[in-house]
T-cell receptor, first 115, second 113 residues
Framework: AQSVAQPEDQVNVAEGNPLTVKCTYS??????LFWYVQYPNRGLQFLLK??????LVKGSYGFEAEFNKSQTSFHLKKPSALVSDSALYFC?????????????FGKGTKLSVIP | DSGVTQTPKHLITATGQRVTLRCSPR?????VYWYQQSLDQGLQFLIH???????AKGNILERFSAQQFPDLHSELNLSSLELGDSALYFC????????????FGPGTRLTVL
């Protein structure tokens, strides 16, 4: 079974500082990894994905993620955090079993950016 | 705005009742996924429909069922509701089942009293 783990329930960072939200994965076969963000009372918004290719993936709102196969990690990063980045972040893996490609999510990491 | 719509936005009902949640996918998307978000279980996959046919089931209770209609909208039916069914229910759509991103609706918040 495929799974992702987000080891931190909460990450606090000062505005303007770099931020990292951690994710590790466990898959059989090639990993297909995603980051989604959820703002209060909203649905999930897609940020970026890793399918194949470059290990550094660039996404929406200045976010990027680094895929590391040896460490089975897919950490989300941003060089300079904004207060408006405060939200719940989910790492996910796509499961192609049975041809469905449903997403398996981590438990989420709450990011708080402090002014 | 993802282009995925869900109704109703909020639903409050009593234990033992039955409710129907509705999802309209983005125009042109044939695939609809249902997910449940709760404090206990986090975000988990329930069921997937593709072009009217059930493609996969996840952690969906037998009291729950879904269908996708010819116009591609989908409905999730929850019956014999229990307190523990209180959660946020999301649908997501994609053009076809693939490793590409899914687009999520705003969710339906179900409260069972």
């Amino acid at each position: 079974a495929q799974s992702v783990a987000q080891p931190e329930d909460q990450v606090n960072v000062a505005e303007g500082n770099p931020l990292t939200v951690k994710c590790t994965y466990s898959v059989s076969g090639n990993p297909y990894l995603f980051w989604y963000v959820q703002y209060p009372n909203r649905g999930l918004q897609f940020l970026l994905k890793y399918i194949t290719g470059d290990n550094l993936v660039k996404g929406s709102y200045g976010f990027e993620a680094e895929f590391n196969k040896s460490q089975t990690s897919f950490h989300l990063k941003k060089p300079s955090a904004l207060v408006s980045d405060s939200a719940l972040y989910f790492c996910a893996v796509s499961d192609s079993g049975a041809g469905s490609y449903q997403l398996t999510f981590g438990k989420g990491t709450k990011l708080s950016v402090i002014p | 705005d993802s282009g995925v719509t869900q109704t109703p936005k909020h639903l409050i009902t009593a234990t033992g009742q039955r409710v129907t949640l509705r999802c309209s996918p983005r125009s042109g998307d044939l695939s609809v996924y249902w997910y449940q978000q709760s404090l206990d279980q986090g975000l988990q996959f329930l069921i997937h429909y593709y072009n009217g046919e059930e493609r996969a089931k996840g952690n969906i209770l037998e009291r729950f069922s879904a269908q996708q209609f010819p116009d591609l909208h989908s409905e999730l039916n929850l019956s014999s509701l229990e307190l523990g069914d209180s959660a946020l229910y999301f649908c997501a759509s994609s053009v076809v089942p693939s490793h590409n991103e899914q687009f999520f609706g705003p969710g339906t918040r179900l409260t069972v009293l």
